[in-house]
Nanobody, 124 residues
């Protein structure tokens, strides 16, 4: 059974940084894409970034390009999302999810198992 657990969220001032972690178990991380998504109150869940199983394909939403960096450590079964220059509009619950075995496209329907989410609040 696939299991994903997010951590690292919190309250940060605008311009600050946070690093989210997604610890996975129950499947081999090397074989699957992992995506990060977020959902703000009253809004639909949106894709933020994803990384393929090999790490060779990475995609970002336009709204986070140049500020967020996704990476993976397969030995630790963990995927990270480094978030810099945070803005109030980045406030949301952030989720990681298990994607397909090939490629990486930030489309919600392509991702199956989901974590419980971690809250990120950007406010002064």
């Amino acid at each position: 059974q696939s299991n994903l657990v997010e951590s690292g969220g919190g309250l940060v001032q605008p311009g600050g940084s946070l690093r989210l972690s997604c610890a996975v178990s129950g499947f081999t991380l090397d074989y699957y894409a992992i995506g990060w998504f977020r959902q703000a109150p009253g809004k639909e869940r949106e894709g933020v970034s994803c990384i393929s199983g090999s790490g060779g394909t990475i995609n970002y939403a336009e709204s986070v390009k140049g500020r967020f960096t996704i990476s993976r450590d397969n030995a630790k079964n963990t995927v990270y999302l480094q978030m810099n220059s945070l803005k109030p509009e980045d406030t949301a619950v952030y989720y990681c999810a298990k994607g397909p075995p090939v490629g990486c496209t930030i489309v919600t329907d392509l991702f199956g198992s989901w974590g419980q989410g971690t809250q990120v609040t950007v406010s002064s």
